[in-house]
């Protein structure tokens, strides 16, 4: 796999069918590696090792419904009453960061209300804390440590 902006970090894996697998600390299982599972994977290091997020804290593919449809969403941290305090959209590495993929995270947003959202694709990582009260995205050179 490609090498990512992100420190470096041991995973585990498998081979099983003639795919290889690495395991997620969050779904506590192996999942074929992909891509865009490589770029999650680091992030999801990325954010327990060097930010601090608690692993009991997070969690990684899940559903979630937006305007009747449902989508997956890559990464949410909550805080400890509940609220979210971080989501993450994971793109592979070839595909660039722009305003469409920009707008897909908003969306999801529309829902779940995140303090702060981060956009990467394992090689640019865009972060920004949303300003509720007037209604735009600060962005941020690094996201800020959570512990």
């Given amino acids: 796999m490609q090498n990512l902006n992100f420190p470096k970090y041991e995973f585990r894996y498998q081979k099983h069918s003639g795919k290889i697998k690495i395991y997620s600390r969050l779904r506590k299982k192996f999942i074929v590696l992909t891509p865009e599972e490589w770029v999650r994977q680091h992030c999801v290091n990325f954010l327990i090792e060097d930010k601090g997020c608690s692993i009991s804290l997070m969690n990684e593919e899940k559903k979630v419904e937006i305007n009747g449809m449902s989508k997956r969403y890559d990464i949410v941290v909550y805080e400890p009453q509940g609220d979210i305090n971080l ?8 595909v660039n960061i722009n305003q469409e993929t920009f707008d897909q995270i908003a969306r999801y947003n529309l829902s ?22 007037n ?7 690094e996201f800020p440590n959570i512990n």
């Fill in 87 to 94: 989501i993450v959209e994971c793109k592979s590495p070839e």
């Fill in 112 to 133: 779940l209300n995140a303090k702060y959202l981060m956009l990467t694709n394992g090689l640019n990582h865009y972060f920004c804390q949303l300003d509720y009260e």
């Fill in 135 to 141: 209604q735009t995205y600060i962005f941020l050179k």
